[in-house]
């Protein structure tokens, strides 16, 4: 434990053999790139110097500042598709449902009850719900239950509620 009769004792931990021939000084302020050699972060390093966990997501927004990772900065490159692969998790690190294909949005005015044209819209897509804007009061029903996809560019709702005159806001996850 780090803490004895009240008080931090900080852990001290044995020199690396990066460092053990040389004399280091603590950084105050900003580093720049001609301080830190190449390949001096490796994987061991870091490994070796911070415990599993240390580093969560409320640490690195104290430690990152905001709009690092941003378009204009380059470095929102680093999380493009195809920069983290599997053998960079570990087994079992991401769970749950991965979506890998677009959810989509179209409005498109209604209609009387029968075919309705969704440009874009698949016969393998998905519909996740259709909702109506009511003309004048602009209130939103879920009319879900009622539409399918019946062809490319086109959904359904036969015999169901004439949204005429109203506005649909189509929801729909593209195969």
């Known amino acids: 434990m780090p803490w004895k009769n009240g008080r931090y004792i900080p852990r001290v931990l044995p020199p690396t053999p990066m460092l053990a021939n040389k004399t280091t000084q603590p950084v105050r302020g900003p580093l720049s790139d001609s301080q ?7 994987s061991a390093l870091v490994l070796k110097t911070f415990m599993a966990g240390s580093l969560g997501v409320s640490v690195l927004k104290h430690l990152i500042p905001s709009g690092l990772f941003s ?22 690190a991401v769970t749950g449902a991965k979506i890998t294909n677009p959810i989509k949005i179209a409005l498109v005015a209604g209609a009387a ?3 309705i044209t969704v440009s874009g819209v698949g016969v393998s897509d ?26 490319a560019d086109t959904i359904s709702n036969t015999g169901g509620s ?10 729909y996850l593209s195969k």
């Open 126 to 151: 998905e519909l996740i719900g259709v909702f109506q804007q009511h003309a004048t009061t602009k209130l939103l029903s879920d009319l879900s239950t009622e539409f399918s996809i019946v062809k």
């Open 162 to 171: 004439s949204t005429n005159t109203h506005t649909l806001l189509v929801f």
């Open 71 to 92: 378009a204009s900065s380059g470095l929102r490159a680093l999380f493009s598709p195809g920069f983290v692969n599997g053998q960079m998790l570990e087994s079992g």
């Open 113 to 115: 009850a029968g075919s």
């Open 36 to 42: 830190i050699s190449d390949g001096f972060f490796t």
